[in-house]
């Protein structure tokens, strides 16, 4: 028995070990598009024969509430999702440039809420570039967001397309689904 547990097969000196498998089938995916004014986040469930959405949603802060109201807001929902839905891991836009500053500065503290939030839950945590996500779910790497949203609900078999941001967090999840149901050369970025 004790051989056996240490991988090794009696009368043999080599035991055969099973490689990873890379599939997430039936593995709930959280994604996220953060924002401080409307975070999208969507969780699928990477299910065969075609991947199923289990919620969607944008977290929605009005522009008269500070950003301190904005970023507990952020933490609160996912917190929310975290506990009901239990994704395994996490994915969430890559960084962008920002010719505004104050635009980089308030989305990075949007970010930074979501991000602290999913890790607290101890999930894996990955990245995928705007681009990237494009290019996995339209074919273009420069879609509108409408295209996004619409080949969304295809993917997904919704009744209407998911608002932009949710549809921007649903891709997110999806890209990530199909990037690693698949043997890959270039796994996403964990962060």
């Excluded at 065969?48 to 301190?68: F, M, N, Q, Y």
Aim: some cysteine; hydrophobic content about 45%.
């Amino acid at each position: 028995m004790k051989a056996r547990v240490g991988g090794k097969s009696p009368g043999s000196a080599h035991a055969l070990v099973p490689l990873p498998v890379r599939t997430i089938l039936h593995q709930a995916i959280l994604g996220i598009d953060p924002s401080l004014r409307g975070t999208g986040y969507g969780v699928i469930r990477a299910e065969r024969p075609r991947p199923t959405a289990l919620v969607h949603g944008t977290i929605s802060c009005p522009k008269d509430w500070e950003r301190s109201r904005c970023l507990a807001k952020i933490a609160e929902t996912l917190r929310a999702v975290l506990k009901r839905y239990r994704p395994a891991v996490c994915v969430v836009e890559g960084l962008f440039f920002a010719q505004n500053v104050q635009t980089a500065i308030l989305m990075g503290e949007a970010r930074g809420a979501a991000l602290a939030t999913v890790a607290e839950a101890g999930l894996d945590i990955f990245e995928i570039a705007p681009r990237k996500v494009k290019q996995a779910i339209v074919g273009y790497g420069a879609a509108q967001k409408s295209a996004v949203a619409r080949m969304v609900q295809r993917l997904l078999d919704l009744p209407k397309p998911p608002a932009a941001d949710a549809a921007d967090a649903l891709a997110l999840a999806l890209a990530h689904a199909r990037e690693n149901s698949r043997y890959d050369l270039t796994p996403a970025r964990r962060i």
